[in-house]
């Protein structure tokens, strides 16, 4: 793991008080999350809080004094890029400064100039914030450009830098990664995942029984007159909100969405997406198998850092469909689930640009996607659930992200584009997987997280939660120091 290179941000003297840093954080979860594992678990905090906002912006609240601003002034002038400076980021978990601007769903709309200079103000003001606040270890996040600057600077100086991952099978337990993707998790207790086998032998009970169920974020209906008449005020103060920051539109361009400050394109988008809703149950489109051998893919959700962020070369979905049906043998026929959360965004265009592959069928994003999985003999994943549910049912997988469900004996990664071909045709072939190895298997990947809470923040976690994370904290800093202390016995 990259943490063994850079743990020497953290003075073990200090451990007791350890002093961490959240980038990129919001009001709502410095007040309700962050300020109260550090209070409850006497340590101290500080946060550069999400570059949206400004000294002027951010509200006032107790303990805000421990905030800083990516800008004091959002009117104040970027500096030019320094190509140098951010070519020396990259390496190692860190990505190219070019993946991490088209990862960003706001920057990757801008002209590349500005994306350049955006990135090395972050990097310079990072590097300042950094040595200013000296933290112990520094909590990112995997979205946005601000969080991949984030890592990569922390990686210059040598400090440890942690993101959350939450898991969705089962929901509830939350992981501590130290790169960009879910496969960085870290295990922070040996021998973890022997004693999680009898959890993970009822997990997968549970999970083949449908008791336990993977959580699917199912989007409002646009079109109902009771969500209209509800959120028709939410709706009229953004639409003030809009009114009110078109002056400040070029200043806020480089972290809020463009569309959000432009009335024509708001009301564009609004009525584009309801179109879709409109047409979508009058597309030709499956709500299961109508053959008796096929090849399953459920998209993604996007934009979104399971696939933007976790698999930024295979975020071109189009072109993954493509890539599949070319490397399927006649004999199976493709089906692509669309995503339920992704509807109104389904055009009658991409629908078609999907569709056009050989052996290529579209499935209602309503369909059941457990049966899907359960009956295909080959399951292709980007990222995200569908590789861990089919690979728990022990069906054939194939990965094209880094993915941690790679522990599981029925999963491959994709390897080279030209030999998918030949990886297809060995799956097809391959036994199924035994049970106590799948068992092992979710032992394995479950190892590396830990009960604390989801991460629907419109809900506030409560005592017990935020014990748990303090729990997950102090269990970190014992892994440091473990970590540390052996890689000074090592130079002895």
Known sequence: ?????????????EADTLHFVTVGTSLRLVRNLWDRIAARGKFSVSHIVHPTYDAQSWPDYPGSDNCRFFRDDLHMQLPPADAELLASLEGGEVPTV?????????VSKLPYADGLSYATFLAIRLFELYRELRPSIIIGDFDALHSAIGLGVARKLGIPWFALNFSTIPRGSVAMCTGLTPATAVTLEPNRGAELRPYADEMLRGFESRVTQAPAYVPPQLLSPHFMLRHAPTQMRSLFQVLKRRGSRKHRKYSDYAKSYSLTVMFKDAFRQRKNLLLMPHRALLDEADCARYAFIGLHLQPESSIDVFAHFFSNQVRVIELISRSLPPTHTLLVKLHKSDVPNYSGAYLARLAQFPGVQLVSPHADTYNLIKNADLVFAIQ??????AALLGRPVIMFGESPTLEFP?????????????????????????????VEAFARYLAPFYPASHNDWDEVPNDVEIDRYVRLFRLMQNYLRDDQVGMRASRQ
């Open 1 to 13: 793991m990259a943490i063994r290179s850079s743990i020497r941000g953290l003075n073990m003297a």
């Open 98 to 106: 070019h993946n991490m601007i088209l990862s960003d769903r706001v």
């Open 384 to 389: 995200g659930t569908i590789g861990l549910e």
């Open 410 to 438: 029925s999963v491959s990664a994709v390897g080279k584009t030209l030999d998918l071909p030949r990886l297809v045709r060995e799956k097809l072939a391959e036994a199924p997987s035994k049970r106590r190895e799948i």
